[in-house]
T-cell receptor, first 112, second 118 residues
Framework: LAKTTQPISMDSYEGQEVNITCSHN???????ITWYQQFPSQGPRFIIQ???TKVTNEVASLFIPADRKSSTLSLPRVSLSDTAVYYC?????????????FGQGTTLQVKP | GAVVSQHPSRVICKSGTSVKIECRSL??????MFWYRQFPKKSLMLMAT?????????EQGVEKDKFLINHASLTLSTLTVTSAHPEDSSFYIC??????????????FGPGTRLTVL
């Protein structure tokens, strides 16, 4: 199973850009990289997904280098409401089973 | 789009009773759904993969007779916690894989069900 490694926690202030990097050294050729956000007592919410290079949507950007062994989620100008746990996931690489194994995630604390 | 619902959102039951949790994909079809449980301050732990029209696949250490999964249609999977005990108290979350995007492993998660067993 592909595994991911993220910082356990990060602190930021309102209005700053936050970059969370995830390592996935054993990512398989057919795996996508997906980031989720989770608030307490809620299910994870899809943020962004990518395969290579850069992906941008209305809430975040995802940067993936050519070797795909890492990825960086970029949140522009965070607010207090962005305080949450952020999970980076890759497919299990065993052939389209769709299983996602959650790591510990990164707890982002945004301060005023 | 891509909305997944769960019912109930929270349930309190007595020890020894069984509890059924429903997971529905509201605007897409899902051949595959997944069930997770999450303890306070911990990450999500995958329990099983629910396959429409066939038996569920359980992760190692998860008792299939304890956690019964039925996936009778392309939009509904149910998890039944049988003979629940206090240690089964947890936050149960389902997810559904969008059939139309099978190449991307995109899963959409339900809001979760808080189970408390007294």
């Amino acid at each position: 199973l592909a595994k991911t490694t993220q910082p356990i926690s990060m602190d930021s202030y309102e209005g700053q850009e936050v970059n969370i990097t995830c390592s996935h050294n054993n990512i398989a050729t057919n795996d996508y990289i997906t980031w989720y956000q989770q608030f307490p007592s809620q299910g994870p919410r899809f943020i962004i997904q990518g395969y290579k290079t850069k992906v941008t949507n209305e809430v975040a950007s995802l940067f993936i280098p050519a070797d795909r062994k890492s990825s960086t989620l970029s949140l522009p100008r965070v607010s207090l409401s962005d305080t949450a746990v952020y999970y980076c996931l890759v497919g299990d690489g065993s052939g389209n089973t769709g299983k996602l194994i959650f790591g510990q995630g990164t707890t982002l604390q945004v301060k005023p | 789009g891509a909305v997944v619902s769960q019912h109930p959102s929270r349930v309190i039951c007595k020890s020894g009773t069984s509890v059924k949790i429903e997971c529905r994909s509201l605007d897409f079809q899902a051949t595959t759904m997944f069930w997770y449980r999450q303890f306070p301050k911990k990450s999500l732990m995958l329990m099983a993969t629910s396959n429409e029209g066939s038996k569920a696949t359980y992760e190692q250490g998860v008792e299939k007779d304890k956690f019964l999964i039925n996936h009778a249609s392309l939009t509904l999977s149910t998890l039944t916690v049988t003979s629940a005990h206090p240690e089964d108290s947890s936050f149960y979350i389902c997810s559904a894989r969008d059939n139309s995007r099978t190449s991307t492993d995109t899963q959409y998660f339900g809001p979760g069900t808080r189970l408390t067993v007294l």
